[in-house]
């Protein structure tokens, strides 16, 4: 079974600040990709990143940075001097490479940045 | 467009209608996924078409929930004698491929929002 966990709920921060949302999943896959998606309010999901498991190289993108770990099962993501258009729910989610791939979402973490 | 279109994207519904919630894929993916997004939760699987064939029915919450896809494109996702518990947004997902690797990316439709007084 495959699981990701979001343990934070809701995260405000002031623009400008840096701010990291967390991720830790679960598989017995040794072949999988992890994402991250934006969900504004306008409910669309984003792609925003994939990573699959035998790359573990952080990756910058602007203002944005994932942090994968696998010896923590985790894959962290950090906006960098937040903007108020940052605001949205950010989900973290699992792919396992075989079969048709269905996604394993988290719950979600609802980020406002605060003018 | 070139992306996934799902129809309509708001429904209100009384308890015990039924409705019908469609999608469409981008123009020859393969794959197709329905998912549901209770308020303030993750998406989660309900049910998975390579082209015609239902290959994975397992997140459908009761028989009440029918999906088909005929002729491979679009589908329609049916809900019978809906309960409120049912509202949520209902997600679309196609991908070009059946199975592997980065090149089989979920593109996402923008979802229905059912709602059941």
């Known amino acids: 079974a495959q699981k990701v966990t979001q343990a934070q709920t809701e995260i405000s921060v002031v623009e400008k600040e840096d701010v990291t949302l967390d991720c830790v999943y679960e598989?017995?896959?040794?072949?999988?990709?992890l994402f991250w998606y934006k969900q504004p309010p306008s409910g669309e999901l984003v792609f925003l990143i994939r990573?699959?498991?035998?790359?573990?190289q952080n990756e910058i993108s602007g203002r944005y940075s994932w942090n994968f770990q696998k010896s923590t099962s985790s894959f962290n993501f950090t906006i960098t001097a937040s903007q108020v258009v940052d605001s949205a729910v950010y989900f973290c989610?699992?792919?396992?490479?075989?079969?048709?791939?269905?996604?394993?979402f988290g719950t979600g973490t609802k980020l406002q940045v605060i003018p | 467009g070139a992306g996934v279109s799902q129809s309509p994207r708001y429904k209100v519904a009384k308890r015990g209608q039924d409705v019908a919630l469609r999608c469409d894929p981008i123009?020859?993916?393969?794959?197709l996924f329905w998912y549901q997004q209770a308020l303030g939760q993750g998406p989660e699987f309900l049910t998975y078409?390579?082209?015609?064939?239902?290959?994975?029915k397992s997140g459908l919450p009761s028989d009440r929930f029918f999906a088909e896809r005929p002729e491979g494109s679009v589908s329609t996702l049916k809900i019978q004698r809906t309960q409120q518990e049912d509202s949520a947004v209902y997600l679309c997902?196609?991908?070009?491929?059946?199975?592997?690797?980065?090149?089989?990316?979920?593109?996402f439709g923008p979802g229905t929002r059912l709602t059941v007084l």
């Open positions: 997902a196609s991908s070009r491929l059946v199975a592997g690797g980065e090149e089989n990316e979920q593109f």
């Open positions: 598989t017995r896959d040794t072949t999988y990709y």
């Open positions: 990573r699959n498991s035998f790359d573990e």
């Open positions: 989610a699992l792919v396992n490479s075989g079969g048709y791939q269905k996604v394993t």
């Open positions: 123009s020859g993916h393969v794959s």
């Open positions: 078409f390579q082209n015609e064939a239902q290959l994975d």
